[in-house]
């Protein structure tokens, strides 16, 4: 019971600071090789999995190819998520660092404690 508690006052704190400091996906252009907080609505989501190794697409706020920011999960943290259901239409928080993939911005989450769907 402790320890639900502490993850869930974790998890209320990340959301109640993320609400104050995040950053609109549009925004991510301009921070490459920063780390910052982004909170987003997923536009649209696709799973490619070639041969045991997944990459799981999160495009923000627009579909591709216009999406201004994809977060990026490969096979373990993908794995980890356990998704039961379509997070398309849902908003979520990312934190990481902006890097550049063919020149479009994106934020590759290795450790879900950066990653919060929002119901």
Same mark, same amino acid.
């Given at each position: 019971? %402790? ?11 990340? *959301? ?8 609109? #996906? !549009?925004?991510? %252009?301009?921070?490459?090789? %920063? !780390?910052?907080? *982004?909170? &987003?609505? *997923? #536009? &649209? ?7 045991? %190794?997944? =990459? ?12 201004? @920011?994809? *977060?990026?999960?490969? =096979? !373990? ?8 259901? !379509?997070?398309? &239409?849902?908003? @979520?928080?990312?934190? &990481?660092v902006v890097t550049l993939f063919n020149d479009r911005p994106q934020i590759v989450v290795s450790d879900l404690k950066n990653l919060h769907i929002l119901k």
């Amino acid at each position: 019971m %402790k320890n639900l508690i502490t993850v869930f006052l974790l998890l209320t704190a990340t *959301v109640a600071y993320a609400q104050t400091d995040t950053l609109k #996906a !549009e925004q991510a %252009k301009n921070f490459i090789d %920063k !780390e910052i907080i *982004v909170k &987003g609505n *997923v #536009a &649209g989501s696709r799973l490619f999995d070639k041969e045991g %190794k997944k =990459t799981f697409l999160i495009n923000l706020d627009q579909r591709y190819p216009q999406t201004p @920011l994809t *977060v990026v999960l490969y =096979t !373990e943290a993908y794995d980890a998520l356990g998704l039961k259901e !379509e997070i398309d &239409g849902k908003n @979520l928080i990312v934190k &990481g660092v902006v890097t550049l993939f063919n020149d479009r911005p994106q934020i590759v989450v290795s450790d879900l404690k950066n990653l919060h769907i929002l119901k």
